[in-house]
């Protein structure tokens, strides 16, 4: 805005393929959520492209995009983002509302059950989130990303809000997912997530460094 620019990415060229843990290093203020906004099609970069299976979807459409991140990706964010007054099962199925998907409420319902047990919060699905911890509203918040089958994740300081034991489990439940095929893009400040990543960048003033 007015005269003052700013430059969150410098040439910032990086390839991410299909089954990784990649985990995005670097201080408050490096360009590591601006890289995550425009990978995942939440911002568009002023120059350069965003190539999403040979296509750059930097030149989609905001209907097409929003399609794209609802059908294709999961969003959990350190805030965790949820509806105050919902239960733990509405706000799980608030994506499905988005999309063109099929199911009955019943099998979105024992879907939603299903993903519950996965991340070991299966007794809290009628509660709301003021009911729960912050370990516990983070994990509704992975589910919540799981319900539309994504193929990619991406979490920004998912352990940013939790103590070191609630973030290590945390950081398990999205270890399972990738082994499960779910290619997951953390971006944090926490060295302790990168323990966890098939590979690991650094990212300072804007400029990627993949040697960590």
């Not at 906004?37 to 905001?62: C, E, M, Y």
């Not at 709301?128 to 509203?137: A, D, F, H, I, K």
Request: charged residues 25%; glycine residues 6%; proline residues 3%.
């Amino acid at each position: 805005m007015g005269e003052t620019k700013v430059i969150a990415l410098d040439n910032a060229d990086i390839k991410i393929n299909q089954g990784e843990f990649l985990v995005i290093l670097g201080p408050s203020g490096s360009g590591k959520s601006t890289l995550m906004h425009i990978a995942s099609g939440l911002d568009r970069p002023d120059t350069g492209q965003v190539i999403w299976n040979n296509k750059n979807i930097a030149k989609f459409s905001n209907k097409k995009l929003a399609q794209l991140r609802n059908k294709k990706i999961g969003f959990v964010f350190q805030q965790f983002h949820l509806l105050k007054k919902a239960t733990v099962l509405e706000n799980i199925l608030l994506p499905v509302q988005y999309s063109d998907r099929k199911e009955t409420n019943e099998k979105l319902h024992l879907k939603a059950k299903e993903i519950l047990k996965k991340v070991n919060l299966e007794d809290r699905i009628e509660h709301t989130p003021n009911q729960l911890s912050g370990g516990e509203q983070q994990r509704v918040a992975i589910a919540r990303a799981l319900i539309n089958d994504p193929e990619i994740i991406f979490t920004d300081e998912p352990t940013g809000n939790l103590d070191s034991k609630t973030g290590k489990q945390i950081l398990e439940i999205f270890k399972q997912l990738n082994q499960e095929g779910i290619t997951i893009i953390a971006v944090t400040h926490d060295p302790q997530a990168a323990q966890y990543a098939t590979r690991k960048i650094k990212i300072i003033d804007g400029k990627i460094n993949n040697r960590v």
